[in-house]
């Protein structure tokens, strides 16, 4: 979750957390069929799960590859919750993991001239290595090009986060540019890779 709508602008407090708010006229869970893993949904986030969001924007693990301050109140998320909650720009879930959450997804600065939107996701250090991201990241773009229509999405990595890299690249993303010295965390800055899929690319792998 963020105060803003981008990673790139103020308020900071929810910057790196995907999972705010839920679709407009869309409240259902999103079923991720197939796969070996175990049985995975994506919901709208609520209310009541902005302790574990919470939990998540002050890991410092965590933080340190969304380029954020590990800093983050409870009170403010709420209020920020309150705040966003109508906002049609933005699109955000809980991975529910029989019944458990998992992680947050997001499709945040939805841009409905454009038809783009920017991805982002955290899976909760627990179950990670379980294959969820890739499944998620996929239902999230079945959501983005199958229900809103969207014609591009975009996401920033950590160069030296190979792991999510190749997790995008499963999923189709191409690297389209490296944004050099982009975010400054742990002491130095950073490279990041600009990656970014087509609606037809997705589609045609479907």
């Not at 340190?64 to 966003?84: C, G, K, N």
């Not at 992680?103 to 909760?124: P, S």
């Amino acid at each position: 979750m963020r105060r803003a709508t981008s990673r790139r602008r103020a308020d900071p407090a929810l910057a790196g957390l995907p999972g705010l708010y839920p679709a407009a006229g869309a409240r259902g869970a999103l079923s991720v069929p197939g796969g070996t893993g175990p049985e995975m949904r994506l919901r709208a986030l609520e209310r009541d799960d902005l302790p574990f969001v919470h939990g998540l924007s002050n890991d410092s693990g965590i933080m340190s590859y969304w380029f954020e301050e590990p800093y983050e109140a409870l009170v403010e998320l709420q209020q920020i919750y309150d705040r966003h909650v109508h906002d049609s720009r933005e699109r955000r879930f809980i991975i529910d993991c029989a019944g458990e959450r998992a992680g947050l997804v997001e499709l945040v600065e939805i841009d409905y001239i454009h038809r783009n939107a920017e991805f982002q996701i955290i899976v909760h250090p627990g179950h990670q290595g379980r294959g969820l991201a890739g499944r998620a990241t996929r239902a999230a773009l079945d959501y983005a090009f199958g229900v809103l229509n969207l014609h591009k999405i975009y996401l920033v990595v950590d160069v030296e986060n190979p792991r999510a890299v190749r997790v995008y690249e499963k999923t189709g993303f191409t690297v389209e540019g490296t944004l050099r010295e982009e975010y400054f965390a742990d002491g130095r800055y950073r490279d990041a890779y600009r990656m970014a899929i087509l609606q037809r690319e997705h589609l045609g792998r479907s």
